[in-house]
């Protein structure tokens, strides 16, 4: 059974191969299937990460309250990112400042997440859990296929740790 952290990393690794697409896209056309298919993929994983590995974090990790209000707040700038994107023409200098934001914010939120959170969650979680967990982000991924039912909303960080404890 697969276990969360490898899911999640292997999330990680898809969304700097697709930034890397976008260096090598070449017209409009290319770029819109490269962005859509990775601004998808972007939201669903901050809400599966929210919805089953933070919940678990918060409450068992050594620094969960921190590390979790850290991450929810990076997700909401990637979301933020990803959403002023769609206001504009693919490829225009809006267009790419805002990709180019989604793009920063989420490299500086995927090394807080692999060298902070997921080395405490991994301090906490024995391989029953992790694999239980890893069975509920497939699950996830299943039933919001192509983000079904997910509204991709801002959460308010403190109020998510204060929920979630
Ligand atoms: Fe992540
Ligand atoms: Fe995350």
């Avoid at 920063?104 to 405490?120: G, Q, V």
């Avoid at 991994?122 to 079904?148: I, S, T």
Wanted: net charge negative; no cysteine.
């Amino acid at each position: 059974m697969d276990d969360i952290t490898a899911l999640i990393l292997d999330d990680h690794a898809a969304f700097r191969r697709g930034f890397a697409r976008l260096d090598d896209a070449r017209d409009p056309a290319e770029l819109l299937a490269v962005w859509e298919a990775l601004a998808l993929h972007l939201d669903i994983h901050a809400e599966a990460e929210e919805a089953i590995l933070y919940p678990h974090l918060v409450r068992h990790g050594d620094d969960g309250a921190e590390e979790t209000e850290d991450a929810i707040g990076d997700h909401n700038k990637i979301r933020d990112a990803i959403a002023e994107s769609k206001l504009h023409e693919v490829g225009s200098d809006a267009w790419w400042a805002a990709v180019w934001r989604a793009r920063r914010e989420n490299s500086e939120h995927l090394a807080e997440e692999e060298d902070e959170a997921l080395p405490d969650f991994r301090r906490h979680a024995g391989v029953e859990l992790r694999a239980e967990l890893g069975a509920r982000w497939l699950r996830f991924y299943g039933e919001h296929k192509n983000g079904r039912n997910l509204p991709f909303r801002d959460k308010d960080p403190e109020r998510y740790v204060q929920d979630h404890r």
